[in-house]
């Protein structure tokens, strides 16, 4: 399509789509994509019942990147039976992908209607489920608000809660991201028997602090044939 008048697209996708999907949404001007990405810790995907892989998260990311595609996409925490070292990992994780967007939020996961955590608490571990407290504020007395309710709080365990550090870390680290990650750049340039990396990943932000390293053959066709 072309010319000014024309609609834009948004899709809500999973995260294990292939390069040669994305070529074809952005060919059909989507700009914009809502991945279920949600975690960047393999452990912390498998309790989400995501079924995809931290691998597949970063690949979507890289790709969004190289078509210009924006990722709508968040990092969720007090996950139901999380565990600290979800958090831990993904922190470690953190600097190494700051060349690629960073979600739009750290959000606390929510107990809704028609969601597992509602419909099989016990599953979860999940006790004394309650109607969030605006709802006695929005209905009269006599109504029953857990039937009407669309969001609930409730008890379970859960160790984002007990390590409120780590959450802070955590949004300490996201809002540097969000800062910089436009000027941060891993780049592979060249070609024929070389091919340079430009790398600023650890001096976000800075154009000027790249580091160079210089891949001779057979090295560089090892860097081209990696996924990640």
Request: some cysteine.
């Amino acid at each position: 399509l072309s010319g000014k008048n024309y609609s834009k697209m948004v899709y809500l996708i999973k995260a294990n789509l292939k390069l040669k999907h994305l070529i074809d949404l952005r060919m059909a001007n989507v700009d914009m994509i809502v991945p279920g990405i949600e975690a960047l810790s393999a452990d912390a995907l498998k309790l989400l019942n995501k079924g995809v892989g931290v691998k597949e998260n970063i690949n979507l990311l890289r790709y969004a990147r190289a078509l210009g595609m924006f990722v709508y996409w968040h990092i969720l925490w007090g996950i139901p039976n999380d565990k600290a070292e979800f958090y831990t990992e993904t922190l470690e994780l953190l600097p190494l992908i700051r060349h690629l967007q960073p979600p739009i939020e750290i959000n606390h996961i929510q107990i809704s209607r028609f969601s597992s955590y509602l419909e099989h608490p016990s599953d979860y571990g999940i006790r004394d489920l309650r109607p969030w407290p605006v709802y006695e504020m929005i209905y009269p007395e006599w109504a029953d608000t857990g039937k009407l309710a669309f969001f609930f709080s409730g008890k379970y365990p859960c160790q984002s809660h007990t390590h409120p550090e780590l959450v802070k870390e955590l949004f300490t680290e996201w809002e540097f991201w969000n800062k910089t990650w436009k000027e941060t750049r891993l780049v592979l340039t060249g070609g024929g028997n070389s091919f340079i990396i430009h790398d600023n990943r650890e001096n976000p932000g800075q154009s000027n602090h790249h580091k160079q390293h210089r891949l001779d053959l057979p090295g560089a066709l090892e860097v081209m044939n990696c996924k990640v």
